[in-house]
């Protein structure tokens, strides 16, 4: 009798190497230091940095302090800014003691309603931070 070939044998799929992994992102900060929480949750979950309390560390020793932010993205409704915040970034608590309200989506101040991203200001450990 002849050995018959499993159609399961056929569809062995190999797995790569444990050693073969793919290459960490690349972690940068903008000139404004805002760094979307979507990025800062992707850099953790690849084992790129290291997320503590209010202090991220990088793979290659970089230490960030991390402050809760927003950058305005825009008007929500596209009238004109009369408050000059589109493109702004600014700590959570900075709107707030303008008078603002800000919900999961948006930052409203008086009639103006703003699309917002959230995230966080990255500051540099070693640089002179100054807590007013």
């Keep these: ?3 018959v070939e499993s159609p399961r044998a056929r569809s062995r799929i190999s797995a790569p190497p444990t050693s073969a992994r793919a290459p960490l992102p690349e972690i940068r900060v903008g000139e ?3 760094v979307a929480e979507a990025t800062v949750d992707a850099w953790v979950r690849s084992g790129a940095a290291a997320r503590t309390s209010c202090s ?3 793979h290659d020793g970089r230490r960030f302090l991390l402050r809760d932010a927003v950058r305005v993205l825009g008007r929500r409704n596209g009238d004109t800014d009369p408050y000059g915040f589109t493109g702004r970034v600014d700590a959570l608590r900075d709107f707030i003691r303008r008078g603002a309200s800000i919900s999961p989506d948006a930052l409203r ?4 309603v703003y699309d917002i ?3 966080f200001v990255a500051t540099p450990a070693d640089a002179d931070v100054r807590v007013m």
């Design 32 to 34: 404004d230091g805002f």
């Design 109 to 112: 101040l008086g009639q103006a």
């Design 1 to 3: 009798m002849a050995a």
């Design 117 to 119: 991203e959230y995230g």
């Design 56 to 58: 991220l560390t990088t």
